[in-house]
């Protein structure tokens, strides 16, 4: 018999009991729909996480002392780059290089009338374009320049926590390079806003020359912070730029406990795709068993009239294969509507919730989804797959069927 012929006697066993068609037509979709939607908000999660560290907290590449270790964030000086505008300018002469600026990092105590808060002080060239984000993020008060002298940047988020405000002055006290704790009063001038509550509310900006007067680290840095056109340059600028004691690290070296925590979650979340289709599978099984003991009788009237039991297999398999391709469409399309809703307007979570995550995940405090056309392929042909192999054994089941005994069913 044709394969045309055998497709239209599926199609019509499926045109017979519509209503238990178009459900599991809807819990295909609906099950494929979700998992393309968790995986589009997670993948768009996870590139947002890592652009906001790479643009914000790492660069593309980083030049560093050799003993330098970002936990510590020592002071001495052979834990600190010697050169850094040296090195600065070498990276800068660069093709792949967009801008580079040496930083300054320590741990400070910052102190009001009421509170204090410890933060990451941040020693930077207040006009490299590496700070382009803070410096848009400016949402009271100014930017910093070059020469001041007592001037300091802290996030909106900490400034509402401790209760202070653009113009204030507050006390911020260090334990300098030379490890005797030392106090400076400091006045804020001005408040930013990156959308990343974990980093607002972590650091404190001053000048770089400031900052090394006030950590007594003269002229040093504790590294030198690259920012490239395109990030796939990285290993290549990290070793035209290494040298001896210094320490050239590309951004997958630098968030390398970001990127490993979230392959072990996406292992954890293939599992669950993996149910759901699975559910989805047992579904249409379910579906076929039913329409195969509703049509014993028939079954036995086909194999009676010369239907090999091969071609009773593949008239089944062709009933589940449709099932999963019409409810792959639909699936298709729910997920495209609701990762399109996330990826414009998203899932707000608030400045609190996404704190938590801490400074090493730098979540938005507004969750993004985000399209990956591979993700839909995948997830569409694993649905398929695994369906048509799930439905082989309501189909040798109906192959198996004796025909005399089935035209004595009832």
């Not at 300018?89 to 009001?112: D, Q, R, Y």
């Not at 949402?139 to 113009?167: C, K, Q």
């Not at 390079?177 to 607002?200: A, K, M, N, Q, V």
Request: charged share 15%.
């Amino acid at each position: 018999m044709p394969l045309s012929k055998l497709w239209t006697i599926a199609y019509r066993d499926l045109g017979r009991h519509r209503r238990r068609s178009i459900f599991t037509l809807l819990a295909v979709g609906l099950g494929l729909g979700l998992l393309l939607v968790m995986d589009g908000l997670i993948s768009g999660v996870v590139a947002d996480s890592l652009a906001n560290s790479i643009r914000l907290r790492t660069g593309h590449v980083q030049l560093r002392a050799d003993s330098f270790q970002e936990d510590q964030l020592s002071l001495q000086a052979k834990d600190l780059l010697a050169n850094p505008d040296e090195l600065a300018a070498k990276a800068k002469e660069l093709s792949e290089v967009k801008a580079a600026a040496p930083v300054l990092w320590s741990s400070v105590i910052l102190n009001t009338i009421d509170q204090s808060a410890g933060l990451q002080l941040m020693g930077i060239d207040t006009t490299s374009a590496l700070y382009d984000p803070i410096r848009s993020g400016v949402t009271a008060g100014e930017w910093l320049s070059p020469d001041d002298r007592d001037g300091i940047l802290i996030g909106r988020v900490l400034a509402e926590e401790l209760g202070v405000s653009a113009g204030q002055k507050v006390n911020l006290t260090v334990v300098n390079s030379d490890g005797r704790p030392d106090e400076g009063t400091f006045t804020i001038r001005g408040l930013f806003s990156t959308g990343i509550p974990g980093y607002d509310q972590s650091a404190v900006f001053m000048p770089l020359d400031k900052a090394q007067a006030f950590t007594g680290s003269s002229g040093r840095a504790s590294l030198v912070m690259i920012l490239l056109n395109n990030q796939n340059d990285a290993n290549k600028v990290a070793a035209a730029l290494s040298a001896p004691g210094v320490a050239a690290l590309t951004w997958s070296d630098l968030n390398k406990f970001f990127v490993e925590t979230m392959g072990t979650a996406m292992s954890f979340y293939v599992i669950l795709d993996f149910i759901v289709i699975l559910i989805v599978a047992v579904i249409i099984v379910n579906t076929l068993l039913m329409s195969v003991f509703e049509r014993v009788r028939e079954m036995g009237i086909l194999a009676a009239l010369g239907m090999k039991g091969r071609q009773i297999r593949v008239m089944f398999l062709l009933e589940a294969a449709t099932l999963a391709l019409i409810g792959i469409a639909v699936g298709l399309i729910i997920g495209a509507a609701g990762v399109w809703y996330l990826a414009t307007t998203g899932i707000p979570i608030g400045d609190k919730m996404a704190a938590v995550a801490g400074s090493n995940f730098a979540l938005s405090a507004t969750m993004y989804g985000r399209f990956e056309p591979i993700s839909f392929l995948n997830l569409s042909l694993a649905t398929l797959i695994v369906v048509v192999l799930a439905s082989l054994y309501p189909a040798f089941y109906a192959s198996r069927l004796e025909p005399i005994k089935a035209l004595h069913e009832q």
